[in-house]
């Protein structure tokens, strides 16, 4: 009896060490995917050349890019490094995915709104109020001109179990006894980074058996929620494990945070094109915390 033989779709990953690329490298490879992760020392995305190289050796049939410009203030100040990587480095994989024949899945955010009519739909009109967000924005008009396969995932705040990030910093600082002040006028759809994982291998799962749902997709956690939102429930979480002061956390405007450039109040994304096309729902925001504040405390034995 003839047997069909399945081979998986081959998929590299930009900004591996960073909390989605992890996520995403553990994600593909329990997918049984072909995985190749890269950080910046083995493909920088802002040299069309490294870029070129690096696909024509691996010959993928997924390039998913989670290179992040690190800082949304700092990108005011140093436009011409934050340029390079929102907009060139993803040109530059726009153009080696069309000569190599990959689908490009790059992550973006939602900065590309400017607050005022939020939950947002994925067509809803742009209106970035900074350099970071209108870069994101310049760099989906590029990769749409260019690339006719591509996904362009616009997501939330990403908050993982990586000690450097969010959760992370919110608890060392709790442990600390620093008072903390955060943001409570802005509000997003926050995800995990190991959900926002789940989301794109099945993405790629059905473009690899022959969906061609391209285009922009918005994708966030279910629910909503501000900076000051999402560090109460850390707290709470902390505080039911351990014995910690009860006023370390404090709500403050965003206008009031000194030397921030301006971000937008609400935006909220609206995922039900994800639903519709590829049938992912959403995860609560809240429950995803939850279990991640939870594997901290278990990783750390406390
Ligand atoms: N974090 C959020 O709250 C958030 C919100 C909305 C959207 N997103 C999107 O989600 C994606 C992933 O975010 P994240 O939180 O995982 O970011 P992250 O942890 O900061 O990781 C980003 C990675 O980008 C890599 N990188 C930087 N410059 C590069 C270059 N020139 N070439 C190649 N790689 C480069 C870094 O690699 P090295 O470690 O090797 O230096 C880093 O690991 C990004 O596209 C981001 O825009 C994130």
Request: aromatic share 8%.
């Amino acid at each position: 009896m003839n047997s069909v033989v399945f081979s998986p779709p081959s998929v590299l990953v930009t900004g591996a060490s960073g909390q989605v690329g992890q996520a995403l490298l553990q994600a593909f490879d329990q997918a049984g995917f072909n995985v190749t992760g890269m950080s910046v020392s083995d493909m920088d995305i802002t040299s069309e050349a490294s870029v070129m190289a690096a696909l024509s050796a691996v010959e993928p049939d997924f390039v998913v890019n989670t290179a992040r410009f690190p800082d949304v203030d700092k990108a005011e100040t140093e436009g011409d490094a934050a340029r390079r990587l929102l907009v060139e480095g993803p040109i530059n994989l726009a153009m080696g995915c069309k000569q190599t024949g990959a689908t490009l899945i790059h992550l973006t955010s939602e900065y590309v709104f400017d607050g005022d009519n939020g939950p947002y739909k994925e067509d809803a009109a742009t209106a970035p109020l900074n350099l970071f967000g209108h870069y994101c924005r310049e760099a989906e008009t590029e990769i749409e001109a260019i690339l006719p396969q591509h996904i362009i995932l616009r997501v939330g705040l990403v908050f993982s179990a990586d000690p450097r990030r969010f959760i992370g910093k919110t608890l060392s600082s709790f442990r600390d006894g620093k008072v903390l002040r955060m943001v409570s006028d802005e509000v997003g759809t926050p995800t995990s980074a190991p959900d926002l994982a789940r989301v794109i291998t099945a993405q790629i799962r059905q473009l690899d058996l022959g969906s061609t749902a391209f285009g922009i997709y918005h994708y966030g956690g279910g629910g909503s929620a501000s900076w000051f939102e999402m560090g109460e429930l850390v707290y709470a979480q902390a505080l039911q494990r351990e014995d910690l002061p009860d006023d370390l956390l404090q709500p403050i405007r965003g206008v009031d945070v000194p030397a921030r450039a301006p971000r937008p109040l609400d935006v909220r994304l609206d995922c039900d094109r994800l639903l519709q096309n590829f049938g992912i729902k959403r995860l609560p925001w809240r429950s995803q915390m939850i279990q991640i504040v939870d594997q901290i405390y278990r990783q750390s034995g406390e």
